[in-house]
């Protein structure tokens, strides 16, 4: 059966009921969204700050391939796997975008037997979360335009104004645009862009605020532009915006609980991209499941270039969350395509590519374990056509690393396939108390941050910029100095070129703009030719989307 078969065929408990059989938390403290979905009182979150922290696992995964990891699907199973053996976990997940799943990637719910359900909800509207996140985000859009239109008492130069809009779509034909156009009724002529939601800046700030106070503070510190004669900055509490988009967000910052298809628990909230964002989900989901559970299985997008290290440079620096191992997914397919085979021909034996795509795992490992300081488990999502020689190869080559890599089947078996995974993992953490490691200290210069992650995690040999970027970044240093750095680059590869696979080193990262992200509170660095605002492939996963006479809807994975 397809996902979204499985997923419609589960036996599902009614959130109210499952909340308070498995974690005691009493209905008074849920708002359910129909049968199967609730957010969680931010009070009663706050009374769960006394109870001790869960053990934290992070999920991540090789640089992705168009053959698939499973990395969604990979910590779903690891959570159903350790209540299999007795322990007490939670899961928490990003909510999906719809950009993607109507595009290439399709929805982010977990596959096969690993998954969160209702699938149709989580991947579509859900609990309109997102849908507010845009609201507040163009809100603040629509005021600096109304405050040019009405005397622009704050001297904002429309030619520095550094907020676009946004939209939850890929719309290539939006990234640039002119607005006001029509006469000095539709405001001034300017021009303006669109980036996807998930890479609005208020998107960061919903996923790293701690409380509603936080959030508001946040969002007043956004810079949305610059004075025309002293360049400086003007922030959305100077358009008194911010309280505004507070209550926009007030009920989306509570975060959602669903279900997995084995009745577990899992909190979905938040989804900023970790290729143009920092691709976790939200602090206030991960700090609720820590003091629920015993564990706590989380991911973050992309390779462990990507959303692993912001996980740790920011989310844990900003958190101070203490994640406690991790887990590195593979697929003997994808580090086949990262030895040079076709996509087509991914199914055959071929121990040789095999060999040669297993640099890109290895220097995920090591950036891993010695860059950020974790143990890591490497988990083989197994496929069909993977053969036992294959299988081997991978096995040896951790072994040689000094690592352990399990095959796990839990997208055909759901928990109990992973539960050789759960039992490494749980065992590996009860081994490992040391501390986790930031690849560059608070004290760094910016640049000297992007320098660092360029050189020590993408294996980069030079750094490049145009000397007013560089300039930029100087100007931030004596204010914004010990901010981190978010770097928007390509996931597919170590560089910013997506079409060279492996492990490459000694290339150049070139970055060709950054974004001032005051409120989410760190710097965006922008690497080569990465888009903000994604566009639909020629055969995008929409085309095969549909719904029954019934209302039953059909084709979404």
Known sequence: MSDIEIAQRATKVRILELAERKFGIAPEHLEPYGHYKAKVSLEYLDSLRGRPDGKLILVTAISPTPAGEGKTTTTVGLGDALNRLGKKTVICLREPSLGPCFGVKGGAAGGGYAQVVPMEDINLHFTGDFHAIGAAHNLLAAMIDNHLTHGNTLGLDPRLIAWKRVVDMNDRALRKTIIGLGGTANGQVREDGFDITVASEVMAIFCLATSLQDLKQRLGDIVVGYTLNSRKPVHARDLKAHGAMTALLKDAIKPN?????????????????????????????????????????????????????????????????????????????????????????????????????????????????????????????????????????????????????????????????????????????????????????????????????????????????????????????????????????????????????????????????????????????????????????????????????????????
């Open 257 to 557: 609980l669903v279900q997995t298809l084995e009745n577990n628990l899992a909190i979905v909230h938040g989804g900023p991209f970790a290729n143009i964002a920092h691709g976790c989900n939200s602090v206030s989901a991960t700090r609720a499941a820590l003091k629920l559970g015993e564990y706590v299985v989380t991911e973050a997008g992309f390779g462990a270039d990507l959303g692993a290290e912001k996980f740790i440079d920011i989310k844990c620096r900003k958190a101070n969350l203490q994640p406690r191992a991790a887990v590195l997914v593979a697929t003997v397919r994808a580090v086949k395509y990262h030895g040079g085979v076709r996509k087509e021909a991914l199914g055959e034996e071929n121990l040789v590519a095999l060999e040669r795509g297993l640099v890109n795992l290895e220097r995920h490992y090591r950036n891993v374990t010695e860059h950020y300081g974790l143990p890591c488990i490497v988990c083989i999502n197994h496929f069909t056509q993977d053969t036992a020689a294959e299988l081997a190869m991978i096995e040896a080559r951790v072994k040689q690393l000094g690592g352990i890599a399990v095959v796990a089947t839990h997208w055909a078996h759901g928990g109990q396939g992973a539960e050789a995974l759960a039992s490494a993992v749980v065992e590996s953490i009860a081994a490992n108390h040391a501390p986790h490691r930031f690849v560059y200290p608070d004290s760094a210069p910016l640049r000297e941050k992007i320098a660092a992650v360029a050189t020590k995690i993408y294996g980069a040999g030079a750094l490049a910029m145009e000397p007013k970027i560089d300039a930029q970044l100087a100007a931030w240093d004596a204010e914004y100095g010990t901010l981190p750095v978010c770097i928007a680059k390509t996931q597919m590869s170590f560089t910013t070129d997506p079409t060279t696979l492996g492990a490459p080193s000694g290339h150049t990262v070139t970055i060709r703009e950054v974004r001032l992200a005051a409120g989410a509170g760190f710097v965006v660095a922008i690497a080569g030719d990465m888009m903000t605002m994604p566009g639909l492939p020629k055969n995008p996963a929409a085309e095969t989307i549909d719904v029954d006479d019934t209302g039953k809807i059909t084709g979404l994975f």
